[in-house]
């Protein structure tokens, strides 16, 4: 469609056709305000804040839902758009219960922040102190119905970007609340816990637990990073304050997820109960002892040395490839990773975002890759695109497959794939081959392999490329990161080795096996890059200080006493 | 011209909006050039003289028939009448109890609290005010000509209130001097 004029406030511009008043506004760099709008989602015009006066039309017109036309005249400043936006402004804090002086979210309120712009220095209208609940049943942020404005975001972002629609609303008018699922606690629902609601709800409605009161939006910074929870590697936002970080959003900027985080990114690391290693700390007798940098290194140096050259250094794929390349080349002995290996060429999680048909095979993608289950989840729900579960086994995807087969019942499938437009083929270390065997038998369909770990890629580029091979070694290195734990296979070989150092960001598990614990970095504390899936090289950046060595800088010494 | 005369009194409240109009420190010295305190509820005067005065400042809520008096007399007594205060503007705080019947909140306040003796009992007389079944603002009860929010309001922002009113002008608060919290 060709462009059309507007004027906007008396300038004239022109835009495409087909786009919003309040794209149009954008582009031509006039600030309109919003509440419901969100660029993510699609617009409903539920909060009225964005009203805009447009010549030829009878009444004020929410911008964020109507279309332009070729030679529109809007005006945004006029004092019936001023008056009428204080007047949206006065219904939404006559309608519940909004206290700015004890709510967790003043100064990051977007209601607050317009209310404070349109000047409001009382409140107009009478208020119904309506008896709402306070919906705190799970586990990592809590819904308050008392400042919800009813804009739908969390609705909508649910629905249409992580495709499990848990949320809705009930009832209509003042009555209309925001449930999950038929009504049922939100802990209780089928709530997956990604936060992804809670990180676009524009008041205090929704909470974050870990960073309530801990900084509003003017005293806290933000660093852009990679999130080093799986191999899908998406873009994080760590949300900082006086040297912690107090909250972790999804980067709305950053493929492959474009804003989207799992329970994993986004509060897995706030929440891990365990202690962290902050001092390096050697065995002593039944005990620990802490010990200087120096000695603790001297240490680990002396007991790997003891084992000759038979030495086996396993690395946690949350290891950025700086590491990679530090430990292949400053270590002696053989190097291995942790977790499985999966090296296959895969392509973007993009490209499930063109998929006709899933082929999921063997992966459970709501466990292990979750943000990837997003893309399936929606596809289904808003593209017409269908899922084919090819495993064996219970999966958390199968109440959206139409069909699911055995791993050894795939070729009886093959039709169906080969039918599809776009079949994508999603998969992970656990049934590869099956997966390859049916990438093999259907050419047109495109591959998405998600390795264990994060890194595993880059690791395998650096030159770590074998995966965990039984063991045999006399004496270890575990390089072990944020990792939570190892397989039984793994424990098993470290308890019977002559000696254990570990690099780690917590003691537990490690502490049964290890005789030297180094503290590691988390992905907060430390910088670098990672290798996703896809092969995209993407950027790890240290939000916070960590008081210690590097994790480059540990190697590279360890390495150096070795040599 | 003589000093603008200025009467002062609190509802429910904490007392920490007067307590940021003392925060205005030294500016006080300035204030009292031009500005006479005849009543306040930290000076000798508490009350409003039937006379009136210029400027009256109310902070708090309305809680009960004995404020709704005060703030009346206030608003009878005073030409410009001040709302300091997220309570006196919006209820604020004091509205917490509006989500509650009053009986519960008395038996809460006089009967369950952690650090009562057992068997208190609410206290009943006739001279006790009696509590409303609704916290209100001070708006709705009387008319109010300028709204100072704020949880206190900054020492500021009753500064600024105050010589803009001396100056003849309305004070129209803006970005830091507006706040709720």
Redesign the interface.
Known sequence: MPDVRVTIDGAEGSVPAGITVLEACRKLGIEVPTLCDHPAIAPIGACRICLVEIEKQRALQPACTFPVSDGMVVHTRSDRVADARRFVLQLLFSER?H?????QM??SCDL?DL??DY?L???EF??A?P?LGVDASREFFVMDHNRCILCRRCVRVCDELVGNATLGVKHRGAETMIIADMDVPFGDSSCISCGTCLQVCPTGALGDRASAYMGATDEISRVKSTCTGCSVGCGVELVVRQGRVIRVEGDWDAPPSDGLLCEVGRFGLQHDKRRRARNPRMRQGDGWVEASWDDALAAAAKGLAAAGGDICTLVSSTATNEMGVAIAAKLPGIKQQLGAVLLDDSAGLAAMDEADLFVVVGADLTVDHQVASFSVKRGVRHRGARLMLVCDGDNGLAPWAFKQVGLDEAASVLDVIKGAQAPVIVYDAKAASAARAIAEAVPAAKCVAFTDGANTKGLAAAGVAEAFAGGGAKAYLVVAGEAKSASERVMAVLEKAEFVAVQASYAEPWAKVADVILPMPTMWEKSGTITSADGVQREVRGAVAFEGLSDVTTIERLGALLS | MGKVTLCSDWLDVCSGCHMSLLDIDERIIELVKHVQLLSTPVTDLKHPPEEGCDVGILTGAVSNDHQEEVARRMRERCKVLIAVGDCAVTGGICTMRNFFDVEEVLRRGYVETESTDEGQEVPRSEEIAKLFPQVKAVNQVVKVDLHIPGCPPPADALWYAITELLAGRTPVLTDDLLTYD
């Open positions: 219960n206290f700015c002086m004890f709510c003043s100064g607050q209310a404070y000047g220095d009382h409140w009478d208020r102190f008896r």
